[in-house]
Structures are given as C-alpha cells and as structure tokens.
C-alpha cells in the first residue's frame, strides 16, 4: 500500500499521544508532528526525555495527561515496562472509541497488555531504526512498514494505522498489511538468529578464528567485521545474486561451496528450536524474568562482549581511521 491508499487528513481533527521519547518515539512523534498531527509526547515529569521533547518543539506531558488528552495513544516505550506503564498510568484513560497503536506487538500477542471492549488496536511498524527514518523523512521520502489490525471495533482502525503510517512517509516506500502475531514472532525471531544474535557470532567466531591461528588483529577485524557492511550493501541494494555478481568469481565460490558447512543442517535445526521458544513465549517469559531480576544476565553478557578482542581492538582501529 501506498500513498493513494491512506487518507491523508484522517488525523486532522485528532491528538496523538506518543509515550515514550526514545530512538523511535522521537523520530515518529517529530516526523507526525512535522507533517501537521496533532501530537503531544508523553513522558516522566521534568527528566531528560521531557526536556529533549520541549527543545525539540513539541508538547509535552505526564503519561496520564497524554494518554486522557489523545484519540491514538501511540505506546514507543520499551517492551518490558509497557505492560506496568499502560496499569498505571494508560489503562484508565481508555474509553470507548480509542485507539491504542504499537510499534511492536509484544505485549499485545503475550497478553501482558489486554485492552477493553470498544478500543481499536493496531501497529505501525517502520522498518528501521528511528534514526533512519528520520533521516530518510528529511529527505523527502520514507521508509517501509508494517501495519497490522489487532481489534477493529470502529471500522476505522485501518484508516487509522495508514493515516499514521502516510504521515511518517511510510507509504512512499510502501506499507505492507500482517498480523500482530506474525510481525511480533518474525521481529523476535530475525532479531535473534541472524540480525543481533546470529550476525554477531559469527563475526565474533570467525575474528576468533583468525587470530588464534597467528594473523594480525587488525586484519581479522577488517576481513570478518568492516567489510560485512560492504557485502551486506550489496545485498540490501540488489539481493543475493547480486553480490555475487559484484564480488570475485574466487569470492562467489568460496561463498557458496564453503557457506553451507558453516551454516549447517544443525544450525537450521537450532534457528527452528529459537522460533518455537518464540511462539510459545518461552523466549518471552526469560526475558521478562530477567528484567525483573535487574537483567542480571543481560548485563553479564554485555560486560563479556565489551571486552572481547574484537570490541577492543575494533575501537582502536576506528580511531585511526576518524575523520580529522
């Protein structure tokens, strides 16, 4: 869907309430605001992030007051403290004829957050970091969503979600139409075996790999970690075929002879069993459980990476490579 599809003036006589003033809520509630909604950021009385709203011109106020105010309430606030955020503070702010709107269906799908009777729900989903969407709105265009119908009780949720989604520029690039359970069980599962699970090890391991066997670090870190940005352009810019049109024959073969032994029926078998605990809420469950333990291993696993050899050595090899 694009941009003919969505009504552009749906929101003009509605306030959306954006909670949450972080990578995406920031990006998303200036983006509205810039194209003319109606929008007020909710967020913790006088911190940093209301602070940050008001330099940036927007209106700003207590979640509660947002959330009373708004037709959208828009929840951009971490997926652990949306659920305690939304009894708190939201819950009773929600009355016949809203709309709650998410950026992730987590809390929706593993039933921490269970809005009332008479309530639309959907999600508008931009594929991106926030930072990249903004920067691409900037420029004039946008970047792809998702946008999905949980509950439908006005017969306007959709309208809505497109009205949002063509005010970021989403539908300049094109929106595409899923279910809560499918974006909230494909994000947990991309995120986890390929883009910040998978990608990750195997950068770490094949680093490992190459300077346990003598070679010199700096070497290792540009072969395993610098150049992946490159092969991975190629990718994003033309697909696989493609990269392997750009690179060395001597490259293309060794990737696809040498690719399957390392990605192997084994590994396929252990990215199944992530999937299933995804489904399940086994993944769920963890994780929530060690946020209320204090992410007390969440943090001993950032403390391990922070000083792996290739964390180390790759901050020092950035600097020399700093524009002067």
């Not at 799908?109 to 920067?135: L, W």
Request: proline fraction near 3%; include cysteine; glycine fraction near 8%.
């Amino acid at each position: 869907m694009y941009e003919a599809d969505a009504d552009a003036k749906y929101l003009d006589e509605k306030q959306v309430a954006v909670i949450g003033y972080g990578a995406q809520g920031r990006a998303q509630a200036l983006m509205m605001h810039d194209s003319g909604v109606n929008v007020v950021v909710g967020v913790r009385e006088k911190g940093a992030s209301w602070e940050l709203a008001k330099s940036d011109g927007l209106k700003v106020a207590t979640i509660s007051d947002a959330s009373k105010s708004a037709d959208i309430i828009h929840i951009l606030i971490p997926d652990e403290v949306q659920a305690e955020v939304y009894e708190a503070d939201i819950k009773k702010h929600i009355v016949t004829g809203k709309t709650l709107s998410f950026s992730h269906g987590f809390n929706i799908i593993f039933k921490k957050i269970t809005p009332p009777k008479g309530v639309d729900v959907i999600m508008v989903a931009p594929k991106a970091p926030g930072t990249e969407e903004r920067k691409i709105y900037l420029e004039g265009f946008g970047v792809p969503a998702l946008i999905a119908m949980e509950k439908d009780e006005t017969g306007n949720a959709k309208t809505t979600a497109l009205a949002m989604a063509h005010s970021m520029n989403f539908t300049k690039a094109g929106v595409m139409e899923c279910t809560f359970a499918q974006e909230t069980y494909e994000d947990l599962y991309g995120e986890q075996v390929v883009l910040c699970g998978g990608a990750v090890e195997l950068v770490k391991v094949g680093f490992e790999v190459l300077t346990e066997a003598g070679y010199p670090a700096e070497m290792a870190y540009f072969e395993c970690l610098h150049e992946l940005k490159l092969i991975v352009d190629l990718m994003y810019d033309g697909g696989i075929n493609h990269m392997y049109n750009v690179v060395s024959n001597t490259a293309e073969y060794g990737g696809r002879t040498v690719g399957p032994k390392i990605i192997t029926a084994e590994t396929k078998k252990a990215m199944q069993e992530a999937l299933r605990r995804v489904e399940s809420g086994e993944f769920t469950e963890e994780y929530l459980a060690d946020f209320k333990n204090g992410f007390k291993n969440l943090n001993a696993l950032r403390a391990e990476t922070k000083v792996h050899p290739i964390e180390v050595r790759g901050a020092e090899i950035r600097k020399l490579f700093e524009k002067k």
